[in-house]
């Protein structure tokens, strides 16, 4: 083309054109600065840029327009089309005429149809780190190139390379930046919205958080939580609308949620868009469509409130630009919704938790109003309120519970069977300092003897064949407590030592075990048995009887403080008349004179069971109980025999005999009852003539104690006691 300019020039106007596309830090800059360096430099009248995109492999061209113009881009060239497959695959300069390149490259002159090819020349745009395309000098006029020109050309080739990726650095740098800053806003919405809605326990708080941030960040005028209740299969919504200058409108509805506009969300779980004419469409049967509509809002979006893969609700929300809901934005709200989701759950389950809470305050009410009620209950009945009577004997019982009760002495409680002795000891536990603490009971006669040591004092492990586990015993649950021996005489003579030291030296010893264990237990014993006649003839230890009678209490019998029978014979009627929701008011004179002439061989307890009797076949409010069924229910009856029968043993004088141990003998230095001697004779007579009828035998099917209908060992027990011998029988008759 000959030179346009000297070297020295040449090399000055390559510096000015690489000091002025230095300046352009982006890609568009960048091409306006290339426009206008045909002008510049004279050797071509366009410049175009063909850049690689790795992604997709393709090239585009950036194709100038009339001589100064701007650029056309087009894209999806391939690389090694047209000249591309010298410059680009070969990295060397491709020049050609006009006609040969319309010649050899139509397809990709056609892209040319504003520029006039006389000369075409492209350069690969290459630098030291990477290929980045080619570029394109074309002349209008038909020229050519000498070395020189080639040599500049690929100079500022080497410019323009630089300045590229130079812009595309700055253009990725500025697109990283965006990103970050996209990711910092996109953090900083959800980071605020978190904070606003995860400390809200109450939904109504919840909402109103929620409808603001999202309001503020996302511009949505509109904004609805709708919940699901599984129990009713509804929907129940709460909606706040921000309407300008006017402030928000807050709204609340219910419904099927079959017919809720979201109900597709609980089948699909992903959002759902509602453009303009689905709402109107959904607006006729849907109030909150209405609105929206009416309102003049384009498009509503529903994002799923997804827990465990279960829809707990939808996220309902509105605006009046069409285009609100990007991609980007239904993104980021289903980030939201999850955040929302928590707090929902939360909210529901402080509202499950404040509501048992309250349930269960209520109730702790209402059971410390029966507990204060029990309590009471139970201080009267344990303080007194079952040992029921007036009479000069029960008095002087309760006196000297009264005096031995706040001491902790050992008290021995004797006295027939069905006197009462377990109420008694309850009695002065209640009434003594260890009160707070339990009364552990033990009947010594119910366990049976090889597992009575276990029970009392405790076992090891592997102590024996079955102590799979180690386990306390009565005396150490006893502690700091009282423990209570009922039927003391019945244990065995082998166990009474270890029970005379616990009660000596306070301290146990478990089955298997060797180590001590302190207990801080005070002892109540009873017993119905003559532990003074089984002490002589050694069937119990000396010494531990006098341990346990420290403080004797002996319970007089019913029959011995008969004025007490009405009063407990009314109390057991009324009990049992309540328990049974009978309305039983009184007792007929004829009855109450029959109680009052037996002799209660069983105590309060045979009496309480002939009442409860009587209440059940009571009919109406007046208490009766015939003597026929008194006597049936006593077995004997009251009336005396006939000189011929042979009838159960104390059938005039002392009925249930055959349940009724031994009573106690009188205390010494009393006298003897007039009534009870002439009790004692009828009931030897009767012996006598039974045995007489039996020849003697007392035991079997056919002997005595099947005839008299007791038990074979207590009628040898009240034989001892008359001084009856089978074998003096025969020298009696």
């Known amino acids: 083309m000959g030179e346009a300019h000297s070297l020295a020039e040449r090399y000055e106007l390559l510096l000015d054109v690489s000091e002025i596309l230095e300046l352009n830090r982006d890609l568009n800059s960048l ?32 194709s100038q327009g009339d001589v100064g113009g701007g650029y056309a881009r087009i894209d999806g060239l391939a690389p090694t089309e047209g000249p591309g497959q010298v410059v680009w695959a070969r990295q060397r300069p491709f020049v050609c005429s006009g006609e040969e390149y319309r010649r050899h490259f139509l397809k990709i002159a056609a892209l040319r149809r504003n520029q006039r090819v006389g000369l075409y020349c492209q350069m690969p745009l290459t630098t030291s780190q990477r290929r980045l395309g080619g570029v394109e000098f074309i002349s209008s006029r038909p020229t050519t190139y000498d070395e020189d020109d080639l040599t500049f050309l690929r100079r500022v080739a080497s410019v323009i390379a630089i300045s590229v990726e130079n812009a595309l650095i700055g253009e990725m740098r500025q697109m990283e930046e965006e990103r970050l800053r996209g990711e910092r ?101 849907h109030d909150q469509m209405t609105l929206l509509t009416n309102a003049g809002f384009q498009v509503a979006c529903g994002i799923p409130l997804l827990s465990a893969g279960h829809v707990l609700g939808v996220l309902t929300l509105a605006s009046r630009e069409r285009d609100k809901f990007t991609d980007y934005n239904i993104g980021l709200l289903g980030e939201v919704a999850s955040r929302i989701c928590i707090a929902v759950e939360n909210a529901l389950a402080y509202g499950e938790i404040s509501r048992l809470k309250d349930q269960l305050s209520r109730e702790n009410k209402q059971l410390a109003k029966e507990r204060y009620y029990l309590e009471e209950e139970i201080r009267r009945t344990e303080d007194f309120g079952d040992i029921i009577g007036i009479s000069p004997a029960i008095r002087g019982v309760l006196e000297q519970v009264e005096l031995v009760a706040d001491s902790d002495s050992t008290v021995l409680i004797l006295g027939e069977t069905g006197t009462g002795k377990e109420l008694i000891a309850r009695a002065i536990h209640m009434l003594s300092q260890r009160k707070k603490r ?16 276990s029970d009392l004092f405790g076992h090891e492990k592997g102590a024996f064949t079955g102590a799979i586990a180690q386990k306390s015993g009565r005396f150490e649950l006893a502690d700091r407590g009282t423990l209570f021996l009922d039927e003391v005489g019945d244990i065995p003579i082998d166990l009474q030592p270890k029970l005379l030291r616990a009660l000596q030296e306070r301290e146990i010893e478990r089955v298997g075990g060797h ?62 008349a309540r328990k049974m929701n009978r309305a039983i008011e009184a007792f007929s004179a004829e009855t109450m004179d029959m109680l009052l002439n037996l002799p209660w061989p069983g105590n309060v307890r045979e009496l309480q069971n002939v009442i409860e009797r009587a209440v059940i076949l009571t009919k109406g409010p007046v208490l009766h109980l015939p003597a026929t069924e008194l006597r049936h229910h006593l077995a004997p009856s009251a009336a005396l025999p006939s000189e011929d029968a042979v009838i159960p043993l104390r059938a005039a004088v002392l009925p249930s005999a055959a349940s009724a141990p031994d009573p106690l003998p009188p205390p010494a230095g009393s006298s003897p009852n007039p009534g009870d001697l002439a009790g004692e004779a009828i009931e030897r007579d009767q012996i006598l003539r039974v045995l007489r009828e039996t020849n003697g035998i007392v035991g079997g099917p056919r002997g ?17 006691r008359l001084g009856i011998s089978p074998k003096e029988v025969d020298h009696r008759a």
């Open 31 to 62: 091409l306006g600065a290339l426009c206008d360096l045909p002008a510049s430099i004279g050797l071509f009248d366009y410049v175009n840029l063909l850049l690689y995109d790795a992604p997709t492999d393709t090239m585009t061209l950036f």
């Open 185 to 285: 806003d996109h953090n900083h919405i959800l980071v605020e919205v978190t904070n606003a809605v995860i400390s809200k326990l109450k939904l109504e708080d919840l909402v109103d958080e929620v409808s603001r941030s999202i309001h503020r960040f996302f511009g949505v005028d509109f904004v609805s939580l709708d919940l699901v209740d599984p129990a009713t299969a509804t929907i129940k919504s709460r909606s706040v609308y921000f309407q300008k200058g006017l402030g928000p409108v807050w709204g609340s509805a219910q419904g099927p949620l079959g017919a809720s506009p979201m109900a597709p969300l609980f089948e699909t779980k992903a959002p759902r868009i509602l453009a303009r004419a689905d709402l109107g469409a959904l607006a006729r049967g």
């Open 438 to 453: 339990t009364m552990i009971k033990v009947n010594c006669a119910a366990i049976p003897s090889a597992l009575l040591e």
């Open 515 to 576: 180590q001590p264990i302190p207990v801080d237990v005070r002892m109540i014993a009873a017993t119905n048995r003559d532990l003074t006649g089984m002490v002589e003839k050694r069937l119990f230890r000396g010494d531990l009887y006098y341990r346990l009678n420290v403080f004797p209490i002996l319970i007089p019998p019913l029959r011995e403080r008969r004025e007490d029978i009405p009063l407990m014979a009314d109390y057991f009627m009324r009990k049992t």
């Open 704 to 720: 005595a104690a099947a005839h008299l209908g007791m038990k074979r060992t207590t009628l040898l027990s009240r034989m001892r």
